[in-house]
């Protein structure tokens, strides 16, 4: 009876050292219509020069604000039933934000909440971060730009866990040059405007997502290196739910530096527009050491989709193209894809350069489950290199090359490509073989089925 007596006036000590800052006693009306950004920040600035705490947005309650600044040691905690809400007016969204590092897209420069060079802070609660992001708020018409719903930039020791994100004008987050992330438990919904893209790591390093869900109308997860000095390099990503009007995961497009260290396990994808998993050097960094296991994919066209070519994606890449350096060591293993709802296009899709192949690529123990329905003209069909000419100004998307002339895996330009226990289960005729390599060297092929038979030679086709 002592001990508990002494473990519960253990706990109300603790209780009353732990310091929290309720919004509602630094002016916050918390009415979901007066601006409460002052207040806000004021209880961050408080929390933060007493060597830290917890700043409180209330249940039951509706704060708008526009730009804030996370700071050292501060978790900002929504309640369960209480909403952070961003103003509809762009002129409340700070200047002094850092930028979007894409090319040709300004508009997105802006942010509601936002971190520089802080550390040790956190997001948490069971509430809701809206970005309020409704293209009758922020549209070309109004000629205003879409900020972005968080940008955090050179944070260490970042947490996020157990919130609600939704309705961003633009990107969800930009995670810029930060290290030590821990994502954990998440929603993000962000299909109110364009350009809704989920979590963005440019030059991230030690970041672990977890047991989160995404539905967007972008990318769901980006790692990008914008910066040729800020790898992005061990990223650990598990136990999350996919569906997306673009990819679920892209790893590259803006790739100025390294990656390294990358795993994808115990995923589930579903109703994606464009990719599963879409893996693209296009500016000069090194790919490398990456996995892939254990996803499940419905209605995915591409369940993975590699390119290895010249692209300028940042807006502060030089104008020239890069030299190419590598992009080599990928393992695939344990993925069922079920596109059997789709078009013909539903295909793993990989293509190096022309002289600068990608090598060393394992593909194990898939099932995909497609509609078939591919002609003898398809199977002839020459599909266009990713170079300028083709790309124009533009990515290297699927769109460029057109009707794949095969149903289950086509690989072009790799060195070391090894296939091994792979099911093709077509529900209509096609007349385009399994399997086409294109300029595949050192590769092996083996135990490939077509609708639970051995392909033939014919339905493997090396070039």
């Known amino acids: 009876m002592k001990a508990f007596f002494f473990s519960l006036m253990l706990f109300f000590q603790l209780q009353t050292f732990a310091k929290t800052y309720n919004v509602l006693d630094y002016g916050a009306k918390a009415d979901g219509v007066t601006k409460d950004t002052k207040a806000v920040q004021n209880a961050i600035d408080v929390c933060t020069k007493d060597g830290g705490g917890t700043v409180v947005i209330p249940s039951g309650k509706t ?24 103003s509809p007016n762009f002129e409340d969204y700070a200047t002094n934000t850092h930028k979007n590092t894409y090319k040709n897209e300004p508009h997105m420069d802006r942010c509601l909440i936002f971190a520089e060079n802080a550390k040790s802070f956190a997001i948490d609660g069971y509430g809701i971060i809206d970005g309020n992001g409704s293209p009758k708020n922020f549209n070309k018409k109004k000629g205003n730009g879409r900020p972005m719903l968080l940008r955090f930039l050179n944070c260490k020791d970042i947490r996020m866990n157990n919130i609600t994100l939704q309705n961003p004008a633009a990107w969800t987050s930009a995670w810029l040059y930060c290290d030590e992330i821990v994502v954990d438990g998440i929603k993000i919904v962000s299909r109110i405007n364009h350009n809704g893209d989920g979590l963005d790591f440019d030059g991230c390093t030690n970041v672990r997502v977890s047991n989160s869900s995404f539905d967007t109308s972008d990318d769901s997860i980006c790692l990008q290196t914008s910066r040729p000095d800020k790898p992005c390099k061990d990223i650990t990503i ?38 599963g998993l879409k893996i693209q050097m296009n500016e000069g960094g090194e790919m490398k050491n990456m996995t892939f296991s254990n996803l499940v994919m419905r ?12 692209q300028r994606a940042g807006v502060d890449a030089p104008m020239e193209m890069l030299p190419m350096k590598a992009m080599h060591s990928f393992i695939f293993d344990g993925i069922i894809a079920d596109n059997k709802a789709l078009d013909k296009n539903s295909a793993i899709f990989i293509t190096g350069m022309p002289n600068h192949y990608i090598t060393d690529i394992q593909l194990h123990n898939i099932q995909m489950t497609v509609s078939g329905g591919g002609t003898k003209q398809d199977a002839k069909n020459v599909i266009k290199e990713y170079n300028l000419e083709t790309l ?5 998307e699927f769109g460029k090359v057109g009707t794949l002339p095969v149903s ?9 490509l090894y296939v091994n226990n ?16 294109d300029d595949v060297k050192n590769y092996d092929v083996s135990k490939v089925y077509l609708n639970r038979n051995p392909i033939s030679k014919k339905q493997f086709v090396k070039k």
């Not at 066209?301 to 010249?310: A, G, K, L, V």
């Not at 124009?392 to 290297?396: E, I, Q």
């Open 63 to 86: 704060v708008v604000i526009g730009t804030i600044y996370l700071k050292d040691f501060v978790t900002l905690r929504v309640e369960n039933g209480a909403v952070l809400l961003g």
């Open 238 to 275: 598990t136990n999350c739910v996919f569906t997306s009007k673009w990819a679920a995961m892209r790893i590259g497009l803006a790739s100025r530096g390294d990656f390294d260290s990358v795993t994808v396990s115990n995923c589930t994808f579903h109703d994606i527009q464009d990719a």
């Open 299 to 310: 209605n995915v066209p591409r369940p993975i989709f590699m390119t290895f070519c010249q």
């Open 392 to 396: 124009g100004n533009w990515w290297p």
């Open 408 to 416: 289950g895996i086509y690989a072009r330009h790799i060195n070391g």
């Open 422 to 437: 792979v099911h093709v289960h077509a529900v209509n005729k096609d007349k385009r073989p399994v399997v086409v390599f």
